[in-house]
């Protein structure tokens, strides 16, 4: 089977890929629904400090839950809907949707739990929530963060080529 050097290929690059997408999906997101919670009178300082200090949270959540749940539940349902003949593209928009539906349902209640408690309004803001942070991240993840942390993978692997050929 040919090495396909955009995506990570043992556990240590992987953890690297997906703290790439993570932290430039926490960051994007975080920042995102706090400016859109925050009252009208609150400074651009206000909401980078709350930003600053929810994104490590989040970003462990959202780590873990990739991790854990997600991920081998988009794997599972990549390798349900497509072939082994497929593209790449193909494998990864499977990978993506799945990854995407799955996390930013998760993420946006932990948030909502996170912002407001536990309380009777949760599945109301959610509804409106979600389709918003959906389409957010689906579109960033599709355009900008899966290709930044494929080219970085795409690099990396080129480096250690260069290096094994200099060894020999």
């Given at each position: 089977m040919q090495r396909e050097a955009r995506l990570p290929q043992n556990g240590k690059e992987g953890f690297l890929y997906g703290a790439i997408i993570v932290t430039l999906t926490a960051s994007l997101m975080s920042t995102v629904n706090v400016i859109i919670n925050s009252p009208s009178s609150a400074s651009a300082g206000d909401i980078f400090i709350e930003v600053i200090k929810i994104l490590p949270v989040f970003w462990v959540i959202a780590m873990a839950l990739e991790a854990i749940v997600v991920g081998r539940i988009a794997e599972a349902l990549t390798?349900?809907?497509?072939?082994?003949?497929?593209?790449?593209?193909?494998?990864?928009?499977?990978?993506i949707v799945f990854t995407v539906f799955g996390m930013s349902f998760l993420m946006t209640m932990i948030g909502d739990i996170y912002s407001n408690g536990f309380d009777g309004g949760l599945f109301e803001r959610f509804q409106t929530a979600w389709p918003r942070n959906i389409l957010i991240v689906f579109l960033a993840e599709s355009l900008i963060i899966q290709p930044i942390a494929r080219f970085a993978m795409k690099k990396m692997h080129a480096a250690q080529d260069r290096k094994a050929v200099a060894a020999k």
């Open positions: 390798a349900k809907f497509t072939q082994q003949s497929d593209s790449f593209n193909a494998k990864i928009f499977f990978r």
